[in-house]
């Protein structure tokens, strides 16, 4: 019987172990939070306080009750993250579809989106955060459709969303939605 005992705790402290290690790694290489996000026409898209009370709006309605980020949470929602950029993926493509042949790009012949698909790809991997002054410079399409994604979601934490199990007003300070120092640059 003592050997079940010493086994047991053998694989207790072991599973243990991994993961405290693998919640040290996930700490030490988790995303950095940008001090200011600016379009590379220097206009403000947001800074850090905002990051950071936009996570507090999440954190006072239950977030991770209503759906998931980066797959962690529950599944009554989408996973926001995903949801947010696959929203804004087709927004910069469809701005630069009516851009260069006025037509939405799901109406374009495969060639040309292809050619968009491609030039989104290279844009959105490409790494644009200067560590060493913390800001994150993205292009005037993508601040555009980042001002398109928070009034889609702006009115579903206004007026609810049954399937997403979020009640009407679950957020009712409009400031929140935008966050307060440059809601002007939003309007």
């Known amino acids: ?38 379009t590379t026409d220097g206009k403000i898209v947001f800074n850090r306080t905002d990051i950071e009370e936009g996570q507090n709006v999440w954190q006072a309605m239950g977030g991770m009750e209503t759906g998931s980020v980066w797959g962690h949470g529950s599944y009554v929602a989408p996973d926001w993250t995903a949801d947010w950029l696959h929203r804004e993926l087709i927004i910069v493509l469809d701005k630069w579809a009516l851009k260069e042949w006025q037509q939405a790009f799901d109406k374009l012949d495969k060639d040309k989106q292809a050619v968009l698909t491609g030039r989104m790809k290279y844009s959105y991997r490409e790494n644009t955060f200067n560590s060493s002054t913390g800001v994150l410079t993205i292009t005037p399409e993508r601040a555009a459709a980042i001002e398109e994604n928070t009034a889609y979601y702006s009115a579903i934490f206004k007026n609810g969303k049954d399937e997403y199990a979020i009640q009407k007003n679950a957020v009712t300070d409009s400031e929140k939605f935008v966050g307060g120092r440059h809601q002007q640059n939003w309007r």
């Open 1 to 38: 019987m003592k050997k079940y005992w010493i086994g047991f705790a053998t694989v207790l402290i072991a599973s243990f172990a991994v993961l405290g290690w693998v919640g040290t790694k996930i700490y030490q290489q988790k995303p950095p939070i940008p001090e200011m996000v600016v």
